[in-house]
């Protein structure tokens, strides 16, 4: 991750560990996917139980790369100020 924006030139760590409230951030984003994962799953498809964990834990591993990152950028935005 750069240190500046290229556009604008916001520092993106404003301090150590900023980016440790991301976590709740990511925390959140998986738990909404595998619920979500998981009603929609037994409520349409109505498959057993065991496909659908297999399903949720799949869901979770696949959009972990992509939670990373728009955690980061969610907790961010929270604390934007434009200048």
């Known amino acids: 991750?750069?240190?500046?924006?290229k556009n604008c030139n916001y520092k993106f760590e404003v301090e150590p560990g900023f980016?440790?409230?991301a976590m709740f951030v990511s925390y959140a984003l998986?738990?909404?996917e595998m619920i979500a994962c998981f009603?929609?799953?037994w409520a349409i498809l109505?498959?057993?139980?065991?496909?659908?964990?297999l399903c949720?834990?799949?869901?979770a591993l696949?959009?972990?790369a992509f939670n990373f990152r728009l955690s980061r950028t969610i907790w961010m935005?929270?604390?934007?100020?434009k200048r």
């Open 1 to 5: 991750m750069g240190k500046r924006c």
């Open 30 to 32: 998986a738990c909404a």
């Open 39 to 41: 009603v929609l799953t």
């Open 62 to 64: 696949l959009s972990s």
């Open 46 to 53: 109505k498959i057993p139980i065991a496909y659908i964990f």
């Open 77 to 81: 935005y929270l604390f934007y100020k």
């Open 19 to 21: 980016f440790f409230g």
């Open 56 to 59: 949720v834990v799949s869901i």
